[in-house]
């Protein structure tokens, strides 16, 4: 039994030994793990002057662990201080701090290279980018491009820039939104129905200037970029041009519309281009569109050529360059200009242009490519609603009938804000020299005084009235997109000699009015069975004003009739239409502008042909429209004849 507990207590010992020498064994394994590690860290060299510098390089060629592990602590925590020796059952602690403070050193490390990386990068190039401004200056030293006089020029011209006047009062009174465009409720509606679909197309505006085709453009665009399937993005540009004062050089040395290209050899190339002979294309506003809306004022001016160049734009959706300088295998040519001189330039844009011109003015195959949107003239009233707006935006206060008095000198929107405008100016002046603490008004005289100085007229001359008068009517004409009341006048006497009497009418009135004046003498005779020849009958334009066509036929046959038979006409009343030799009233143009003409001057009722009862505005107030088919018709509402004639029928 002895034996066996002896035995026994050999093999417990014998087993604690065992596990105390795989212990030492496995933290023999760590803390040389540990030492290649810094020397990876460090590098071996670096670890040995290391060591040596904090006392620790015997430590770390002695074979004792407790040794090694005390010159670790030394070279992890670079601290020369530690002296104790850690015992074996420390040295598991131990080394898991010094595995804790190796790991915080290399992810700072690695922070600390990715920092140094970045900055490398950037004081790399920085010091390209100085290097490349030193080889410019001296370039531009070597060329001397600037002297004395020319740095003198630039810091005056940076003075001037320095210097600003104050907001002009047509940028304040500019209307912002749809909702300040005033009278054109119709064609802003059609041009935003054209300009918001997802497959927007190329607009023409008509109409007379000053009513807002340039505003309602730039706002329909503003519009468009917030409709959800609208092509365009939120930086689509809107570039505007006159088409008046654009002009090119046939021979494509500058195309300020389409684009053009420097050859080496003329003046304006780039330097360093023409020293190669490489030409450059220079972009023009197609380009700067793409993407967006290129506007076009007064688009019926651009030359003939132009227009055609445009079209080819428009269907091509890019701009197409050539030069016989360019040779696409020269190494020097930069890519962006062999890109634009291969593929062309994009120009996909949507063209808006806006003219006072006829629609038969336009180019065809503008007009074709192209849907129309007519603005309508101003009424006074819309006038009236437009001076209103534009005193409460300047905050000022107004005589009450001023409006009404701006709206007798004008049918555009800009000229009445222009009166206002400098009736304001006037009104501030006044009011700095009299009472200067007083808030700013504008009195009626202002206005007048205006008026005087920029030598306006009242822009309606013959105004209606509820009289009525012999041998007097108001016919009606257009001219481009205005309408204006023509006064037209006859009397007649018994002619001298019986069956001898004799019709005059003004020259100035034109051929096609004079044969109405002959069409007239027929159907009076047919009518009533006067016969004209027995009296001398004069006939007169007011004015002298030119009949381009045969419109006021009925209006000179209705005079004639009126002083052949002494009976007066209402004078609140206006007519249009060609006469036919049976009395017919035939369809004229114009008739859309020629009641608006009608509606400005006082007309409270116009007659038209039947034909053209389609072209009678549909929202139209204030004013009555009957359509005839004969001048019978018309008679029946303002001149009942004496029928002299005995007729079969």
């Keep these: ?89 420390e040295i598991p602690a131990v080394i898991e701090s010094l595995q804790d403070e190796i790991a915080d050193t290399i992810a700072r490390r690695t922070v600390e290279d990715e920092l140094e990386k970045k900055i490398g990068e950037k004081m790399s190039q920085r010091h390209e980018d100085y290097i490349r401004e030193i080889k410019m200056q001296i370039i531009k030293e070597n060329a001397g491009p600037e002297n004395a006089q020319t740095l003198k020029k630039l810091a005056i011209l940076e003075k001037l820039d320095s210097k600003k006047l104050a907001t002009s009062a047509m940028e304040i009174l500019r209307p912002e939104n749809f909702s300040e465009v005033v009278g ?29 085709k340039t505003t ?24 505007e041009v006159d088409g008046t004062t654009l002009r090119w050089d046939p021979r494509e040395v500058t195309n300020p519309l389409l684009g053009s290209v420097h050859d080496p050899i003329y003046q304006g190339a780039r330097r360093d281009l023409a020293e190669t002979g490489t030409p450059e294309p220079k972009l023009g506003l197609v380009t700067d569109a793409h993407g967006g809306i290129l506007f076009i004022d007064e688009v019926g001016e651009l030359d003939t050529s132009l227009q055609n160049k445009l079209l080819k734009v428009l269907e091509d ?45 336009i180019n065809p195959a503008v007009r074709s490519r192209c849907a129309e949107v007519f603005f309508e003239p101003l009424t006074p009233s819309a006038i009236q609603n437009i001076i209103k707006q534009s005193a409460k935006k300047l905050s000022v206060n107004m005589d009450q009938q001023i409006p009404e008095v701006i709206s007798e000198y004008t049918i555009e929107g800009r ?54 008068e012999i ?30 009497g004799n019709i005059r009418f003004n020259d100035t009135a034109g051929s096609m009015a004079k044969d109405s004046v002959f069409n007239a003498a027929s159907v009076i005779r047919k009518i009533t069975g006067e016969d004209i020849s027995d009296y001398d009958i004069h006939v007169n334009v007011v004015g002298g004003g030119r009949i381009d066509g045969p419109s006021a036929g009925v209006a000179i046959m209705l005079a004639m009739l009126s002083a052949i038979q002494n009976k007066p006409i209402f004078q609140d009343i206006a007519v249009t239409g060609e006469l036919s030799i049976q009395g017919k009233v035939r369809a004229v143009g114009g008739v859309f502008e020629k009641i608006y003409g009608a509606k400005q001057a006082g007309i409270s009722k116009v007659f038209i042909p039947h034909e053209n009862s389609n072209d009678v505005p549909l929202d139209l107030k204030g004013i009555e429209i009957i359509c005839v088919q004969n001048v019978e018709e018309i008679l029946k509402h303002i001149l009942p004849i004496n029928n002299k004639a005995i007729k079969a029928s």
């Design 1 to 89: 039994m002895k034996i066996f507990l002896e035995r026994f207590k050999n093999s417990t010992n014998d087993q604690e030994s065992q596990k105390l020498c795989d212990q030492e064994d496995n933290l023999q394994r760590q803390v040389t793990a540990i030492y290649n590690l810094l020397s990876q860290l460090h590098g071996s060299d670096k670890l040995v002057l290391l060591a040596g510098k904090l006392d620790a390089l015997p430590l770390m060629r002695s074979e004792k662990i407790e040794e090694r592990v005390l010159a670790l602590q030394k070279l992890v925590f670079e601290d020369p201080t530690y002296e104790v020796l850690p015992t074996i059952e």
């Design 184 to 212: 054109q409720e119709r064609a802003v509606k059609a041009l935003l129905a054209k300009l918001t679909s997802p497959f927007p197309q190329h607009i023409i505006l008509y109409g007379p200037p000053g009513v807002g």
């Design 216 to 239: 309602a453009a730039r706002l329909a665009l503003e519009v468009a970029k917030g409709i959800k399937g609208a092509p365009f993005a939120k930086d689509a540009p809107f570039v």
């Design 317 to 361: 959706k890019r701009v197409f360059f050539d030069s016989a300088y360019y040779d696409p295998s020269d190494t020097n040519v930069p890519q962006y200009i062999k890109k634009i001189f291969k593929e062309g330039a994009p120009a996909d844009f949507v063209l808006i242009g806006a003219t006072t011109r006829d629609p038969e003015d």
């Design 415 to 468: 000229k009445a804000i222009n009166i206002l405008a400098d009736a304001y100016g006037l009104a501030c002046f006044r009011q700095q020299q009299e009472q200067p603490d007083k808030p700013i008004h504008i009195t009626t005289q202002d206005v007048y005084e205006v008026v005087q100085v920029s030598r306006l007229t009242p822009y309606v001359t013959q105004k209606a009235t509820n009289e009525k």
């Design 471 to 500: 041998g007097k009517i108001f016919g009606l004409g257009v001219a481009g997109f205005l309408g204006s009341v023509l006064e037209i006048e006859a009397v007649a006497f018994p002619a001298r000699n019986p069956a001898q």
